[in-house]
């Protein structure tokens, strides 16, 4: 089993449409947890952290649950500009700046 | 406006050459990270540094080496290029301390590196 699993997708959605992506991972000790978004040819960039009391940016949502093992983000009101992937990072121990990386989720938004 | 740059965006050598890519970062971070992006795999983490001459490896270390000579500069360097090397190579760096569960890392542009 992999550390850390994402549906690779695409997941195609319309704009205005709402959509959610899920992140599996396997150390139940992991502490922290992030969403990266990567546009085509670019490099990751931060897009929220995900704390255990969930958290909202917007149009953008992160939820943790740590008895299941998973972390979610759901994106309302798509936009054509939310066209990218969407990765999934934990950091798997406190102390350790070794983070895990999830393969990554792509969204395309048509309009 | 926070800056990671690497020496070159793109990049031909050929087998058994060796090969330098470059990182710099301007935020004072005592982390630097080096990673490769593979289709399929997602990123992984080839080197990492804690501080100036300090580095630990990472989960695909073979065939690589690293160079922290100062604080604000991270090279990565192939001894001898073999064409299973040609991906997407990533310098990453993180402050350290505060909150640091939850400091953000930030990437410079890429180098992608092809090996004839």
């Known amino acids: 089993r992999k550390e850390v699993e994402q549906d690779p997708g695409p997941f195609n959605v319309p704009e205005g449409a709402t959509v959610a992506f899920n992140c599996t991972y396997s150390?139940?000790?992991?502490?922290?947890f992030f969403w990266y978004r990567q546009d085509c040819r670019k490099e990751p960039k931060l897009l929220m952290s995900?704390?255990?009391s969930g958290n909202e940016d917007g149009r953008f949502t992160a939820q943790l649950n740590r008895a299941s093992q998973y972390i979610s983000l759901l994106i309302r009101d798509s936009k054509l500009s939310d066209s990218a992937t969407y990765l999934c990072?934990?950091?798997?121990?406190?102390?350790?700046?070794?983070?895990?990386f999830g393969t990554g989720t792509r969204l395309k938004v048509l309009a | 406006d926070v800056k990671v740059t690497q020496s070159s965006r793109y990049l031909v050598k050929r087998t058994g050459e060796k090969v330098f890519l470059e990182c710099v970062q301007d935020?004072?971070?005592?982390?630097m990270f080096w990673y490769r992006q593979d289709p399929g795999l997602g990123l992984r983490l080839i080197y990492f540094?804690?501080?100036?001459?300090?580095?630990e490896k990472g989960d695909i270390p073979e065939g690589y080496s690293v160079s922290r000579e100062k604080k604000e500069r991270f090279s990565l360097i192939l001894e001898s290029a073999s064409t299973n090397q040609t991906s997407m190579y990533l310098c990453?760096?993180?402050?350290?301390?505060?909150?640091?569960?939850?400091?953000?890392?930030?990437f410079g542009p890429g180098t992608r590196l092809t090996v004839l």
């Open positions: 995900v704390y255990s």
């Open positions: 990072v934990v950091n798997p121990a406190s102390g350790t700046y070794k983070y895990i």
């Open positions: 990453a760096s993180i402050q350290r301390g505060g909150t640091s569960s939850y400091n953000e890392q930030f």
């Open positions: 540094s804690y501080d100036v001459k300090m580095k």
């Open positions: 935020m004072d971070h005592e982390n």
């Open positions: 150390n139940s000790a992991s502490q922290s």
